[in-house]
């Protein structure tokens, strides 16, 4: 299974990005897909998650209105939708998917976000 990443760049505070991720194989295979993020020396942390139907979503507080996440299994790709972009933002993201209890992982995108 390889996830790949997509959709990352340079983008001034208050701007948008739509973040990309790209599954081998049809994405309703996994039970949940998210997207985590990691920025320079601070632990990886999960930004938003989606179930395998798209029922149920969950949000990093600190993103919520923001940041909306989607996937669409007819394209086996996920999606983030990252609105009003804050410095704060400027980190790797990486994509994540689960099938029982084996995660797989992207190998991430850089995001940087300028003043």
């Known amino acids: 299974v390889q996830l790949v990443e997509s959709g990352g760049g340079l983008v001034q505070a208050g701007g948008s990005l739509r973040l990309s991720c790209a599954a081998s194989?049809?994405?309703?295979?996994?039970?949940?897909m998210a997207w985590h993020r990691q920025a320079p020396g601070k632990q990886r942390e999960l930004v938003a998650a989606i179930t395998g139907g798209s029922d149920f979503t969950n949000y990093l507080d600190s993103v919520k209105g923001r940041f909306t996440i989607s996937r669409d299994n007819a394209k086996n790709t996920m999606y983030l939708q990252m609105n009003s972009l804050k410095l704060d933002s400027t980190a790797v993201y990486y994509c994540?998917?689960?099938?029982?209890?084996?995660?797989?992982w992207g190998h991430g995108t850089q995001v940087t976000v300028s003043s």
């Open positions: 994540a998917a689960k099938i029982r209890s084996i995660n797989y």
């Open positions: 194989i049809t994405t309703s295979s996994f039970n949940v």
